[in-house]
């Protein structure tokens, strides 16, 4: 079966086109940009030159139209025909207290989707966009929806709620949900088994630290807590957004700067985090290159990236009790081994020592990058979100077809 997995963000869209026979990526790639005169379309088939072209592509259904005729196209094309989709498989940000798993997308789900919005502005839309851009591209194939805030449905109410009044939890579900869920459980699951230990036995914390981050204590397999909240503003410090910070600054920035409420989200969520400190770039890449450079202001982010991260590991290994793995994903997590020297540097008291030659070296797999004699096992693991994204959407899609083939089969024998 090929399934297409699809990213939506407010302005990108990026996909992968899986055989599920063998979980191979035949395609990969993205639009962005999308709404502007000069859009990019970029795809990568294993084996081949990457492709990458500048159009006009002015909405999310022309977005999804374009990567369909890229992944049918006779010459550089991987499927003969987009007929050969057999599903689609959508990320989907925010899923509330609704979803606690991937379902399959009918007018219930979409309802409740919608529902979403105000809690999810920047993702929910988008993703929306993306679904019915391929009801109108793809009619009648099956799209199911994994959401970034399923896995962390199973914290406790001592780590969800919010010491607020608890009628606005009643009447808007102001609560905590954390976000990256996706990613959190699939690396928990790699971790366990590059381990060669049962997941229900372990306590493991895993940084999920890319362009958006977080941080999620996973015991017995399952989140415990995450760094994020009721939106993904919550929590690290990240590339743009500014993470834990205490809420009097809204008020009284908006006193003091004459700021409009939409200001103030703007500021906390596009012009913080690594941007505003180090005056240059929300890009660790650019942050570290300058930092070898001297500049003063990006060794001040960076350093307060990672003093705000081992926070967050200080914390979770106070509500385990303990901690057994450390993991590392995203971005940053899986690219930036000065990043991860610094983080582990000051966890001595927990046991952490890592093997600085394994930790400087560069491969996709994952692996253990603590020292023999380290405590705390410490591992690096490439995140995968589209895979289990499309893993979620094979298995509804097949139990759907199955239960409706055994409805079939009753009908005939009666
Ligand atoms: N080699 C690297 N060293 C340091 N940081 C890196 C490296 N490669 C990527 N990154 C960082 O990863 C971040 C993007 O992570 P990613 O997980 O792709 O983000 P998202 O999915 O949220 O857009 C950027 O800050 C980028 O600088
Ligand atoms: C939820 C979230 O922050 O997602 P991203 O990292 O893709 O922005
Ligand atoms: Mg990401």
Redesign the pocket.
Known sequence: MKILVINAGSSSLKYQLYDMTAETVLASGSVERIGMETSIVTQAVPGRPDMREVSEILDHVTAVKRLLDMIAHPEYGVIESIAEVQAVGHRVVHGGEVFKQSVLVDETVKLEIRQLFDLAPLHNPAHMMGITAVETNLPGVPQAVVFDTAFHQTMPEVAYLYPIPKVLYRRHKIRRYGFHGTSHHYVSDQAAELLGRPLDELKMISC?????ASCTAIQHGVSVDTSMGLTPLEGLMM?TRSGDLDPAIVPFTMNKEDLTLSDVNSMLNKHSG?VAISGLS???????EAMAEGDRNARLAFDMYVYRLRKYIGAYTAVMDGVDALVFT???G???SS?RAEVCKNLSYLGVKLDDAKNGMRTKKPREISAPDSRVRVLVIP?NEELLIARDTYKLVTEQASSLSGQREEGTDA
């Open positions: 999920h630290i890319g362009n958006g590339g690594l929300s890009d660790m890449r650019e942050i570290e995203a971005g940053i899986e690219n930036s990043l995140t």
